[in-house]
């Protein structure tokens, strides 16, 4: 599976499109690549997510938890309750560690867009129309700065 396959399966799995599941998504990928791993089949990894309860924060976890094969339904992976969007991959057998932190020169724009005022108002996202902007430009900043 190539990350553009991975982006799209993930986002299936979360149910919607947001900013929020994308940055999950293109963290969890840079954990891999940094430590040089596959995605978690078994409980070969270990992750910790830190993230809040508000809606950006759970997004975020289904994106790691996708992208990474670390999850709840597995068992291999922890919430730490710090309202960051940051996650941190363990490979068990060697004990080595990266720690992502998501943050965007985006994260202002993204605040104050139309997607997250709606969203503050209580509108479930597939309630209206998002054009992807900021997946878009969150998903290519990955792939410029990757390719450089
Ligand atoms: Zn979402």
């Known amino acids: 599976m190539d990350d553009k396959e991975i982006l799209q399966k993930a986002l299936e799995f979360h149910g919607h499109r947001c900013w929020a599941s994308v940055a999950g998504v293109r963290v969890g990928l840079a954990a891999l690549n940094k430590l040089r791993v596959r995605r978690s089949g078994g409980t070969e990894l270990f992750g910790i ?60 724009q993204i605040a104050t867009s139309a997607f997250m005022q709606k969203r503050a108002a209580g509108i479930p996202p597939m309630k209206f129309l998002w054009r992807n902007k900021w997946n878009w430009l969150i998903w290519s900043g990955m792939h410029r700065r990757s390719k450089s």
Not at 50 to 66: A, K, R
């Open 49 to 108: 997510v830190e993230t809040g309860e508000e809606h950006g924060g759970m997004c975020f976890g289904d994106g790691v938890q996708y992208t990474t094969g670390c999850t709840f339904g597995k068992g291999n992976i922890q919430k730490q309750p710090y309202g960051k969007l940051a996650f941190t991959l363990i490979e068990k057998e060697t004990n080595r560690a990266v720690r992502v932190v998501f943050t965007s020169a985006l994260q202002k």
